[in-house]
Antibody
Framework: EVQLVESGGGLVQPGGSLRLSCAASGFTFSSSWLAWVRQAPGKGLESVALMNQDGSAKYYVDSMKGRFTVSRDNAKNSAFLQMSSLRAEDTAVYYC???????????WGQGTMVTVSS | DIQMTQSPSSLSASVGDRVTITCRASQSISGYLNWFQQKPGRPPKLLIYATSSLESGVPSRFSGSGSGTEFTLTISSLQLEDLATYYCQQGYRAPRTFGQGTKLEIK
């Protein structure tokens, strides 16, 4: 079964850091672009970052540049989102998704909740 | 980043109605336009890619059209299970960006 599973979410204080993981199975992870998308409670979808197959190209939405870093370990079929200097407005469900041809996100994880609060 | 604008932001329609949602891009995206459906508590689901190609398993009542900067998603005959929020997304440039969503309610 083609699957993505996020982990690592939780409660963090403002200014803190958190590292999310995305574990892939059922497809050739090393051939796939990988995206991170977030959704604040009751709000719409917001792109966070996109990364190519070997991690040599990384793209971030302007509002998250400098605070968020994506990486991947193809040997472990895993991707990561390192978040720092977290703010209350970063509170959201964070999804990883496979970026297929035409930039279509065809496989999504179930998401992991990040809450930034004191 | 490319900005995507959807309209309307919410829509109420009856079962059997034809429903259309519009999406505009801030620059030409050459047909790299995808549509997603999201139901409460669930991750988004890809419905249509490359403007008009139906993802496998998606009912044929869903269709997409458009070019350049203007695109539409049409549901030909609304069903109860179509209650959801719909998002457009451009796949032309990285990072990919989404419209703000259209919440579809059933009358």
């Amino acid at each position: 079964e083609v699957q993505l599973v996020e982990s690592g979410g939780g409660l963090v204080q403002p200014g803190g850091s958190l590292r999310l993981s995305c574990a892939a199975s059922g497809f050739t992870f090393s051939s796939s672009w990988l995206a991170w998308v977030r959704q604040a409670p009751g709000k719409g979808l917001e792109s966070v970052a996109l990364m190519n197959q070997d991690g040599s190209a990384k793209y971030y939405v302007d509002s998250m540049k400098g605070r968020f870093t994506v990486s991947r370990d193809n040997a472990k079929n895993s991707a990561f989102l390192q978040m720092s200097s977290l703010r209350a407005e970063d509170t959201a469900v964070y999804y990883c998704a496979r970026d297929r041809a035409w930039g279509a996100f065809d496989v999504w994880g179930q998401g992991t909740m990040v809450t930034v609060s004191s | 980043d490319i900005q995507m604008t959807q309209s309307p932001s919410s829509l109420s329609a009856s079962v059997g109605d034809r429903v259309t949602i519009t999406c505009r891009a801030s620059q030409s995206i050459s047909g790299y336009l995808n549509w997603f459906q999201q139901k409460p508590g669930r991750p988004p689901k890809l419905l249509i890619y490359a403007t008009s190609s139906l993802e496998s398993g998606v009912p044929s009542r869903f269709s997409g059209s458009g070019s350049g900067t203007e695109f539409t998603l049409t549901i030909s005959s609304l069903q109860l299970e179509d209650l959801a929020t719909y998002y457009c997304q451009q796949g032309y440039r990285a990072p990919r960006t989404f419209g703000q969503g259209t919440k579809l309610e059933i009358k």
